[in-house]
């Protein structure tokens, strides 16, 4: 089955205390992106990769790292979490890097919970 | 910069009645939209998208949208909403001009009463 797979689905952590989310795909997509979503504010893109070792910022980038060294991958990393990145956070992706009026496959979410 | 605004932030319905969620965008070039629906407790999928071509489309359930670029808007609208039709629903762009960036909307949640 087709899919983009997240994990943990729920993550309760202390302040400063390094975390990865993974994300996985199973579609040989080229394009992967990160988003938080946050009441009232919606989705936020936080980082994407247009293809393997190709990374670069969204709108909301700081407090976060990503790395792509494999197609199917790309971890969310943060690396010293504050109580403010809180939040849901999805991983997509899509079939090409150029794909523009492609839609995005989502993932179930992460609930982060940072105290 | 794209940028997507949409109008209602919540918006309580009785079964039967017409929906229209309204969105707006701005940017000046060539743009590509989309309409994604998320379930409670489910991850986001698409409902619908238009990137060129007939400016009324049609989507899954019986959503349909329609692109009225003079007034940069992408309006989704459903003749007689369901109970199930209950989620957040958000409106995103991609602009032509950096394939990488996805914008989406603050979401709309839509309260549907038996």
């Known amino acids: 089955e087709a899919q983009v797979t997240q994990n943990p689905r729920y993550l309760i952590t202390v302040t400063g205390k390094k975390l990865t989310v993974t994300c996985s795909q199973n579609?040989?997509?080229?394009?992967m992106s990160w988003y938080r979503q946050d009441p009232g504010l919606g989705l936020r893109q936080i980082y994407y990769?247009?293809?393997?070792?190709?990374?670069d910022k969204g709108d909301v980038p700081e407090g976060y790292k990503v790395s792509r060294k494999e197609k199917r991958n790309f971890p969310l990393i943060l690396e010293s979490p504050s109580p403010n990145q809180t939040s849901l956070y999805f991983c997509?992706?899509?079939?090409?890097?150029?794909?523009?009026?492609?839609?995005?496959?989502f993932g179930s979410g992460t609930q982060l919970s940072v105290l | 910069a794209q940028s997507v605004s949409q109008h209602n932030h919540h918006v309580i319905l009785s079964e039967a009645a017409s929906l229209e969620l309204g969105c707006n965008y701005s940017?000046?070039?060539?743009?590509?939209l989309f309409w994604y629906v998320q379930y409670p407790g489910q991850h986001l999928q698409l409902l619908l998208k238009?990137?060129?071509?007939?400016?009324l489309v049609k989507g899954i359930k019986g959503f349909e949208a329609e692109f009225i670029k003079s007034k940069f808007s992408f309006n989704l609208r459903k003749p007689s909403v369901q109970w199930s039709d209950t989620a957040e629903y958000f409106c995103?762009?991609?602009?032509?001009?950096?394939?990488?960036?996805?914008?989406f909307g603050d979401g709309t949640t839509l309260t549907v009463k038996p």
């Open positions: 997509a992706s899509r079939k090409d890097q150029q794909g523009v009026n492609e839609k995005l496959f």
């Open positions: 579609m040989n997509h080229e394009y």
């Open positions: 990769s247009m293809n393997v070792e190709v990374t």
């Open positions: 940017y000046g070039g060539t743009v590509n």
């Open positions: 238009y990137f060129s071509g007939d400016p």
């Open positions: 995103a762009v991609n602009a032509g001009t950096n394939a990488g960036k996805s914008t």
